[in-house]
Nanobody, 125 residues
Framework: QVQLVESGGGLAQAGGSLRLSCAAS????????MGWFRQAPGKEREFVAF????????YYADSVKGRFTVSRGNAKNTVNLQMNSLKPEDTAVYYC??????????????????WGQGTQVTVPS
């Protein structure tokens, strides 16, 4: 079993930055593909970013491309999401997810076995 805990959320001004982290405990985390998703009030959970277990491959939702960067942390059990040039529409609860089911691309919320509890990001308009 893997436990994921997100941190780093909070309030940021439009144009500002936040850095989210996801720390894992349990089984060997470093071999897991990881994803970040977000869910705004009244909306479905949506894909934000993906990183391969090796860190060698990443991809992003079009809405965050060029502004957000996903990376493996220095500690093998962490994954980070650097969010720059924040916009009010980035306001949501952000979740990290780990361990893809076989033959999944990692862009759908049901592609992953494990989820964190989420961290709130608020960017006032």
């Amino acid at each position: 079993q893997v436990q994921l805990v997100e941190s780093g959320g909070g309030l940021a001004q439009a144009g500002g930055s936040l850095r989210l982290s996801c720390a894992a405990s349990g089984r060997t985390f470093s071999n897991y593909d990881m994803g970040w998703f977000r869910q705004a009030p009244g909306k479905e959970r949506e894909f934000v970013a993906f990183i391969r277990w090796s860190g060698g491959s990443t991809y992003y939702a079009d809405s965050v491309k060029g502004r957000f960067t996903v990376s493996r942390g220095n500690a093998k059990n962490t994954v980070n999401l650097q969010m720059n040039s924040l916009k009010p529409e980035d306001t949501a609860v952000y979740y990290c997810a780990a361990d893809l089911w076989p033959d999944r691309a990692g862009v759908s919320f049901d592609d992953y076995r494990y989820w964190g509890q989420g961290t709130q990001v608020t960017v006032p308009s």
